[in-house]
């Protein structure tokens, strides 16, 4: 019976020692995992900026792109206006 209780015993130490592993392998595990979503965060968080400055420079072209417009528009009429004469003198 003793050399049971100490089998025992000694297969009881053995698996606490295996948990006490597993248990430092799942830690390990867990800081990595944290460290790569810390990793996927700070990526995230540069890329919304990247996107913020690609909208802000669509708004600007988008702005310079009305102006541009509108300055034609202008140019045309003057033009029209300049020519109505040459064009009402060769009718």
């Known amino acids: ?53 690609v909208t802000e420079a669509a708004k600007k072209q988008a702005g310079t792109i009305d102006e541009i417009s509108g300055v034609s528009a202008q140019i045309d009429t003057r033009m029209q206006d300049l020519s109505r004469p040459f064009l009402d003198a060769a009718e």
């Not at 990595?32 to 990247?50: G, M, P, W």
């Open 1 to 53: 019976m003793a050399g049971r209780a100490a089998k025992a015993a000694q297969d009881i130490s053995q698996l606490t020692e295996d948990s006490g592993k597993n248990v430092n392998l799942g830690a390990q595990t867990v800081e990595r995992a944290n460290e790569t979503l810390n990793d996927i965060i700070s990526e995230v968080e540069k890329t919304v900026e990247q996107i913020a400055r």
